[in-house]
Every structure is written in C-alpha cells, then in structure tokens.
C-alpha cells in the first residue's frame, strides 16, 4: 500500500480522550486552539494503520515478547539513519523514555546526590530528579554569537563528588539545537574525567532538518553512556507507549537488566511492538514528514519575525517545537496572555526554566499553524495602545522620560531648547505595547486647520518595530477627528524618507534646528 502521508488535512481529534485537544478544551474552553505538547496533529504512516488494523483483526492480545524481528528492526533503523552499528546484546526494553530516565536515577545514585541538566530543559528532566530525592544541578545553556550552547566551562565547575549523572536532551528540547560532534565530545571529555554517567534522551533524533546532521552520543564514546529513544515522537504514536535504551556498557546494562526484572516489568504492549516493527520500515514517510516539517518551521519562524517582532522564535535544528522568547515583550506571563488573548495553548516557558518564553508546536496542518499564528497576532496587536492628553495628565511623565533618553541623552539636544515652553498648549500622546511606553509624540494647532506635529520619539531598542508609523497614524486620526486640514512638521534630515512613505513632501530648503539639519515637511489631509 501507498506509504503517503497527508499533512494538509486535519481529521480532528476531540472526542478521543487526546491530551493535546480534549484536556485543553475541557479546561479552557472549546475556542481554545492547542499548540504545546510534543504531540503531531498528523495521522501516522499508513503502514502502520494497516499493520495495527491486521493485528486487531487477528483478535488475540495475549501476553507478547519482543521478538528478533523487533531487535532486528531497531537495528536496522540505525545503520539506515543514523550510520550507526548496533549490537543486538547493546538494546535493553522499557515503559517510556521518561520512566526510564527515572530507573536510571534511582539505579545509579542514592538521595541527595547531584544530576545534572541543561535548561531551559524538558519539564520531566526537573521531576525525575527532584521526585526521587536527588538534587537538580542546572548547567544553564548560554547564547552566543546568536546560537544556543553547552556552558562547558561552568559545567566542570559544578561536578564534585555528590555528581553522578548527566541527562542530555539530542536533539534539545526545547530550543532545537542539533549538537555537533565536537560538542558532544567536549562534553564526554569532561564526564569522563570525574567518572559521571551520561544518559542521552535521543528520542528526537529522526526529526532533523537540512543541512543539520544528528550525532548519536554512542557515535562519541560508549563507556558509561546511556541512549533512550523510541518511535512515538517520530511517527505520532507516543500512545503506543514504547521505549528501548542502548547500552554498550555491560555494567551498566547488567545492573538495569536487573532493576526491570525486579519491578516485573519486562512484558510490554502487543500494539506498541507491532508498531515499531513497521514503524521503522517508513524511512520515505519520515522523509516526507520532514519535508512539511521544514515548510511548517520555515513559515511560522518567518510569520513571527515579520508580524511580531518583540517575539524572539529560534529556528530550530531539529524537533518541531519552536523555543520563543517574549522577555523584550517585558511579559511577566505570555503563556497566560496568549492563552487569555489569543485563545491559544502554548507551553509555559516556566515549566522548562524560564518564565519569559513559550513554546510552540508546529506538526500540524499549515491552515490550523496559519491560524494559530493569525491569533497570537491579532493579540499582539491589540496589546498596542496610544493615548492623548493635555500636559496636566500624570502621564505626561512618561512622555518626558522617552523625550529626555532620545533627544536630551540620545542626540545630545540642551534641555532648554528641548523643553521650550510649548508642551501646555501641545496634545500629547503615548504609544505603549504590554504596558510599556514606547513612543510619544507632541501637536498643536498652529493655526485654523494646520497641526504641527512635533517632539516624535520612539525608544532606541524599539526602534524599526513600525511604532513610529503606528504613532503618526494614530496621531492623524486624532487631529483629522478634530478638524485638522493639513498636518505639518520639521523632520530631521536621517528620518526624511519615514515621513515620504507616510505621504509628507518636503517644502523648504534644509535649515538646522537645535543644531542638527530638518526640512519642513506637511501632508494635506485626504
């Protein structure tokens, strides 16, 4: 049968007990548009569908091993993509990446030692530490050059002798970096200098984009190393619930062996095998998926630096999870507000370690990505506000305070002829975006139907963020409603071409004023 996915149509999920849809709208509310947890709004391959739907009609699902078939195919899958040779005796069984990332905690160290993780990280790296009497020892990424990366340097600072473990996200989840080699080795170089367990969550690895390349931790070193992964992230059947390490260490492997056998958990799920088994059969699905993929990212990425420049998207290297920082936003919640205002479910940043971020889930059909994104807009944009008032009003402090940091500390104006004694006959207003004072400008009536428009400020660092033609707009409405005839102001010579594009022409020759060169401009209103 056709192995074609088809990532256009959304089938709907509600009414299938989805965490992802029907939790969120049971909460929230039916008008509530869920975009956060690592949960693909896409079917899954057809072959499997076909394979499951055979191994239900079969009508028996008594107790099920995995078989070599089952073994064979995991190894199968990383010599195909990941270039990896795999020992059959290296893969060990498991319930779920994240129980697994527990068994190993409790294996391999005792109450009140130290794990390490990487935030912002995968809110379950957090838990099973915590949860298990260990301490979490947060090795924070750090931005550099615009990139994501590992604190090397800090990282060796932390280890002591309570140290004995490490849990990688590779690729990480959420800011989607796709570790390279040399990265990856630095950081083995150092674990195995104070003698810490690795374990790597590799369980994005098949989700990678062009030209990024995934690196196995095995492909770096194997001692004292542990890799969990599993089919559910990449083929959508993270219900199938399914998990397998890989374990060339035979202490390590040994002693966990052990572990599963003395809990009773070694049985597994007759769908979750059968699953896997055709799962890695669909490498031109996976292919497919990450074409669509790779548009999703490419437009969402492009959607938010464009229409919501405060917004702060990574592009990410892998995974379909893309990492926002809101912070230049000065957002105390923005999971909250978008959720509140935009009707839309992102995951909170603070869940991962950091409270001024969101993250969004782009494995889904482009019209509902499409919509999302027109939502988180239409709220962004309805967080930009501009009032008018006289001098009087108490907020006409914060309009000084903008015209003090651009005019009398940014251009180096004297305050005198700053403040020239003009601002009590002059309507004032004050552009803010979440509360935060942005722009401001001054007019006044300089004669019968002839505003002059004077004093337009707009904050450094939020400058080329279109508040400049969002105040002049707005300012034009105002003095429009209130009779205005014709708009006229003296531009400075660098911000000339701004005015030209709002339909202002240059009327004088250019002259200084306050030392630094203008030309008379005006519009007539329309």
Same mark, same amino acid.
């Given at each position: 049968m056709s192995n074609n996915g088809d990532f256009d149509t959304f089938q709907g999920r509600l009414g299938t007990d989805c965490v992802k849809w029907d939790m969120i709208v049971k909460l929230y /509310?039916?008008?509530?548009?869920?975009?956060?947890?690592?949960?693909?709004?896409?079917?899954?391959?057809? +072959?499997?569908?076909?394979?499951? +739907?055979?191994?239900?009609?079969?009508? #028996?699902? /008594? !107790?099920?091993f995995r078989s070599d078939e089952y073994y064979g195919a995991i190894i199968d899958w990383y010599k195909l993509r990941y270039g990896m040779n795999v020992d059959?005796?290296? =893969?060990?069984?498991?319930?779920?990446?994240?129980?697994?990332?527990?068994?190993?905690?409790?294996? #391999?160290?005792?109450?009140?030692?130290?794990? =390490? =993780?990487?935030p912002p990280i995968y809110p379950p790296f957090f838990k099973v530490v915590e949860n298990n009497g260990r301490r979490v020892i947060e090795n924070r990424l750090v931005k550099k050059d615009g990139k994501w990366q590992m604190d090397l340097e800090s990282l060796e600072k932390l280890i002591d002798e309570r140290t004995k473990m490490i849990i990688l996200s590779n690729p990480h989840n959420p800011v989607g970096r796709v570790w390279t080699h040399e990265e990856l080795e630095k950081l083995y170089e150092i674990t195995q200098k104070h003698g810490i367990m690795v374990i790597s969550d590799e369980i994005h690895a098949d989700l990678i984009y062009n030209p990024h390349r995934f690196v196995s931790f095995l492909n770096v070193g194997q001692r004292n190393v542990v890799v969990l992964n599993s089919? /559910?992230?990449? #083929?959508?059947?993270? /219900?199938?619930t399914n998990s397998y390490g890989i374990i060339p260490d035979e202490k390590i492997r040994a002693a966990y062996k052990v572990y599963l056998e003395n809990m009773e958990l070694n049985s597994t799920n007759v769908l979750s095998v059968e699953a896997l088994k055709e799962a890695y059969k669909c490498s031109d699905?996976?292919?497919? *998926?990450?074409?669509?993929?790779?548009?999703?990212?490419? #437009?969402?990425?492009? !959607? =938010?630096?464009?229409?919501?420049?405060?917004? +702060?998207? &990574?592009?990410? &290297?892998g995974t379909y999870l893309m990492w926002i920082d809101c912070s230049t936003a000065r957002l105390d919640k923005p999971q909250q507000f978008f959720l509140d205002k935009a009707r839309v479910y992102l995951n909170d940043g603070a869940d991962f370690g950091d409270g001024k971020c969101v993250r969004l889930n782009f494995a889904c059909p482009r019209t509902l990505l499409q919509e999302g994104l027109e939502r988180m807009k239409k709220a962004y944009d309805n967080a930009i506000t501009v009032e008018h008032f006289e001098m009087s009003d108490i907020r006409f402090k914060q309009c000084m305070l903008i015209r003090e940091m651009v005019f009398i500390i940014g251009q180096n104006i004297e305050r005198e002829i700053e403040l020239d004694g003009k601002d009590e006959e002059a309507l004032h207003f004050l552009l803010k975006h979440f509360s935060m004072p942005i722009a401001t400008a001054r007019a006044r009536q300089i004669e019968d139907g002839v505003w002059k428009i004077e004093r337009v400020a707009v904050l450094k660092e939020y400058r080329a963020y279109g508040y400049g033609k969002h105040i002049m707009e707005d300012i034009e409405r105002v003095l429009? &409603?209130?009779?205005?005839?014709?708009?006229? *102001?003296?531009?400075q010579i660098q911000?000339?071409?701004? !005015? &030209? +594009?709002?339909? !202002?022409?240059?009327v004088s020759d250019v002259f200084e004023e306050a030392g630094i060169p203008h030309v008379k401009m005006e519009k007539v209103v329309a």
């Amino acid at each position: 049968m056709s192995n074609n996915g088809d990532f256009d149509t959304f089938q709907g999920r509600l009414g299938t007990d989805c965490v992802k849809w029907d939790m969120i709208v049971k909460l929230y /509310g039916d008008d509530v548009l869920p975009m956060w947890v690592a949960d693909m709004d896409f079917p899954t391959s057809p +072959k499997i569908v076909e394979r499951l +739907k055979k191994r239900v009609e079969h009508g #028996f699902f /008594g !107790y099920t091993f995995r078989s070599d078939e089952y073994y064979g195919a995991i190894i199968d899958w990383y010599k195909l993509r990941y270039g990896m040779n795999v020992d059959r005796t290296w =893969i060990v069984d498991g319930p779920g990446v994240v129980p697994m990332l527990s068994f190993f905690v409790n294996l #391999f160290s005792q109450p009140g030692d130290k794990v =390490i =993780i990487q935030p912002p990280i995968y809110p379950p790296f957090f838990k099973v530490v915590e949860n298990n009497g260990r301490r979490v020892i947060e090795n924070r990424l750090v931005k550099k050059d615009g990139k994501w990366q590992m604190d090397l340097e800090s990282l060796e600072k932390l280890i002591d002798e309570r140290t004995k473990m490490i849990i990688l996200s590779n690729p990480h989840n959420p800011v989607g970096r796709v570790w390279t080699h040399e990265e990856l080795e630095k950081l083995y170089e150092i674990t195995q200098k104070h003698g810490i367990m690795v374990i790597s969550d590799e369980i994005h690895a098949d989700l990678i984009y062009n030209p990024h390349r995934f690196v196995s931790f095995l492909n770096v070193g194997q001692r004292n190393v542990v890799v969990l992964n599993s089919p /559910g992230k990449t #083929f959508n059947i993270a /219900g199938l619930t399914n998990s397998y390490g890989i374990i060339p260490d035979e202490k390590i492997r040994a002693a966990y062996k052990v572990y599963l056998e003395n809990m009773e958990l070694n049985s597994t799920n007759v769908l979750s095998v059968e699953a896997l088994k055709e799962a890695y059969k669909c490498s031109d699905w996976v292919d497919e *998926l990450m074409t669509y993929l790779q548009a999703n990212r490419d #437009f969402a990425y492009q !959607y =938010i630096t464009s229409n919501m420049p405060l917004l +702060k998207p &990574e592009l990410p &290297e892998g995974t379909y999870l893309m990492w926002i920082d809101c912070s230049t936003a000065r957002l105390d919640k923005p999971q909250q507000f978008f959720l509140d205002k935009a009707r839309v479910y992102l995951n909170d940043g603070a869940d991962f370690g950091d409270g001024k971020c969101v993250r969004l889930n782009f494995a889904c059909p482009r019209t509902l990505l499409q919509e999302g994104l027109e939502r988180m807009k239409k709220a962004y944009d309805n967080a930009i506000t501009v009032e008018h008032f006289e001098m009087s009003d108490i907020r006409f402090k914060q309009c000084m305070l903008i015209r003090e940091m651009v005019f009398i500390i940014g251009q180096n104006i004297e305050r005198e002829i700053e403040l020239d004694g003009k601002d009590e006959e002059a309507l004032h207003f004050l552009l803010k975006h979440f509360s935060m004072p942005i722009a401001t400008a001054r007019a006044r009536q300089i004669e019968d139907g002839v505003w002059k428009i004077e004093r337009v400020a707009v904050l450094k660092e939020y400058r080329a963020y279109g508040y400049g033609k969002h105040i002049m707009e707005d300012i034009e409405r105002v003095l429009k &409603e209130k009779g205005a005839k014709k708009y006229v *102001l003296n531009a400075q010579i660098q911000v000339q071409g701004f !005015y &030209e +594009k709002l339909g !202002y022409t240059v009327v004088s020759d250019v002259f200084e004023e306050a030392g630094i060169p203008h030309v008379k401009m005006e519009k007539v209103v329309a």
